[in-house]
T-cell receptor, first 112, second 107 residues
Framework: DVKVTQSSRYLVKRTGEKVFLECVQDMDHENMFWYRQDPGLGLRLIYFSYDVKMKEKGDIPEGYSVSREKKERFSLILESASTNQTSMYLC???????????FGNGTRLTVT | GQQLNQSPQSMFIQEGEDVSMNCTSSSIFNTWLWYKQDPGEGPVLLIA?????ELTSNGRLTAQFGITRKDSFLNISASIPSDVGIYFCADQIDMRFGAGTRLTVKP
């Protein structure tokens, strides 16, 4: 089974802090994704990557950046956390472009 | 980009009842995916649909790809408490998700 691991289940950060959310997958998948989940809005795509060193903006990239130095690891970075970035963050991977996603269990981030 | 409208937003049903939810798109889709998110976990793929008119079952779950290619339906028969969760439709090409249907099943 594919395992997508997010390093933290819960995080509490202060406004203005730089925040790193880490995600690792163990199935040699090419593609990795970051979503945020908010009640009533579903999952919204922040960034995705189809290869090492490659990144593409999703629907809501503002306030975020990403890093993919190794194939198995995809990091989401909040350069200066704000309260409106309080949310559940979900990482996912897929074997091929346009194949179904495998998700991690999420990181619930609270920015105070 | 294209929008996915999922309804209903939430459902409260009695164990044993059947459930139906749907998703519509503002544009034509080539695939429809249905995911389920259990409380405290990430979404997991339930059913994938690749052809207009396709009807696919997975146990008590049945999903259909609408003939117009702009909608899809997910039905759950004889619901049980472990059906509780949030159900999402999704577009595989643009990787967009609907807002979800939150299902509560009363024993």
């Amino acid at each position: 089974d594919v395992k997508v691991t997010q390093s933290s289940r819960y995080l509490v950060k202060r406004t203005g802090e730089k925040v790193f959310l880490e995600c690792v997958q163990d199935m040699d998948h090419e593609n990795m994704f970051w979503y945020r989940q908010d009640p009533g809005l579903g999952l919204r795509l922040i960034y995705f990557s189809y290869d090492v060193k490659m990144k593409e903006k999703g629907d809501i990239p503002e306030g975020y950046s990403v890093s993919r130095e190794k194939k198995e690891r995809f990091s989401l970075i909040l350069e200066s956390a704000s309260t409106n970035q309080t949310s559940m963050y979900l990482c996912a991977s897929s074997l091929l472009p346009y194949s179904p996603l495998h998700f991690g269990n999420g990181t619930r981030l609270t920015v105070t | 980009g294209q929008q996915l409208n999922q309804s209903p937003q939430s459902m409260f049903i009695q164990e044993g009842e059947d459930v139906s939810m749907n998703c519509t798109s503002s544009s034509i889709f080539n695939t429809w995916l249905w995911y389920k998110q259990d409380p405290g976990e990430g979404p997991v793929l339930l059913i994938a649909l690749y052809k207009a008119g396709e009807l696919t079952s997975n146990g008590r779950l049945t999903a259909q790809f609408g003939i117009t290619r702009k909608d899809s339906f997910l039905n759950i028969s004889a619901s049980i408490p472990s059906d509780v969760g949030i159900y999402f439709c999704a577009d595989q090409i643009d990787m967009r998700f609907g807002a979800g249907t939150r299902l509560t099943v009363k024993p």
